[in-house]
Structure formats: structure tokens, C-alpha cells
């Protein structure tokens, strides 16, 4: 009981004989490039006896700067979008038409790449186009992506129906 009196009291007295100043700001830094995504700190280290580090990609991603392809124009790609908006009109195919007396009422059922079917109103985006009329036979598209009506001179996309077996 006495040692631990004695050690708190050791303590407290060393903590008192410290002294606490008065936090300065820190001096700003000189603008820097912003860390790649696989950027380990200086001080990070790990000992893995010949093993991979589990925290580390092994497959490094590219750099963002990097160039695409050349040629013309990139067509969107849509990789952080879900449902409907993922899907490109060159992917998409018309499984079905569902009409009804009211033209706005219509509902067109778009196969997608995976086996995944979409339900689409007049309206509905997809991931370079937008839905613009449902017919008995056809849905129209309009495309969304000025870099490729222009490319293409094409101002409309008509999809005819296939029923898929």
C-alpha cells in the first residue's frame, strides 16, 4: 500500500515540476501534392516474416492523369451508378412493351448485360440516354452524351422489341 502512495505521489509531483506551455500554431506548410492511393506512411512498418501485408493492394490501380485510349471522344462510363442509370442503350435490349391508353402509363422492360431486366418510364435515364417514347414495336432513346451525336449524327435511338426466349 505505501509503494503505490508513494509511486502516485512521484507522479503527481513529476507532473507538476513539467510545467504546461502554452500550444503554439503550427507553421503552415508548403502546398504538396496529395498522397497516391497507395501511399503507406514513412513510419508505417510491417513484419509479415515473408508473407504479403494484408493491408496492401496487391494489384496496383492506375494513376488518374493517365491518358485513355486515343481516338475520339470517351463515352460515359458509369461504374458508381446502380439499377437502370448503369446500363449503356448499346448494351441494352427491348425484352417487352406494356402500353396502355394513357402514352405516359407505358412501361418498357430493358434486358441488361448479367440477366438483369429494367422496368422504364417515359423519362427514365439510363447511363447515356434518356427514355423518351414507348410504342407498341419501339422504344426511342435520346442520347445524353453530346460527344456522341455528334460523332455519329445520329439524334434518336430507336430499339426495336425482341422477346428474349
Known amino acids: 500500500m505505501c509503494r503505490r502512495v508513494f509511486f502516485l505521489g512521484m507522479f503527481v509531483l513529476v507532473l507538476s515540476s513539467m510545467g504546461f506551455s502554452q500550444a ?30 494484408p493491408f496492401v493492394n496487391p494489384i496496383p490501380k492506375p494513376a ?3 491518358p485513355g485510349p486515343a481516338g475520339g ?10 439499377g437502370l442509370k448503369a446500363v449503356l442503350v448499346g448494351q441494352a435490349t427491348v425484352a ?20 438483369k431486366s429494367y422496368f422504364a418510364h417515359i423519362g427514365d435515364a439510363l447511363c447515356d440516354a434518356v427514355v423518351r417514347s414507348i410504342k407498341l414495336d419501339v422504344v426511342t432513346f435520346m442520347p445524353t452524351v453530346t460527344a456522341a451525336i455528334d460523332q455519329k449524327g445520329v439524334r434518336e435511338i430507336e430499339r426495336k422489341v425482341r422477346p428474349t426466349p
Not at 24 to 47: F, G, I, R, T, W
Not at 73 to 82: A, E, F, K
Not at 98 to 113: G, K
Request: aromatic content about 4%; overall charge positive; hydrophobic content about 25%.
Open 73 to 82: 471522344p470517351r463515352l460515359p462510363v458509369c461504374p458508381q451508378s446502380q
Open 64 to 66: 488518374a492523369n493517365a
Open 24 to 53: 503554439q500554431p503550427p507553421a503552415p506548410k508548403p502546398a504538396e501534392e496529395p498522397p497516391s492511393p497507395l501511399a503507406v506512411p514513412k513510419e508505417y512498418h510491417y513484419n509479415g516474416r515473408g508473407r504479403r501485408d
Open 96 to 115: 417487352g412493351v406494356v402500353t396502355s391508353r394513357e402514352p405516359s402509363m407505358n412501361v418498357a422492360i430493358i434486358s441488361a448485360p448479367g440477366g
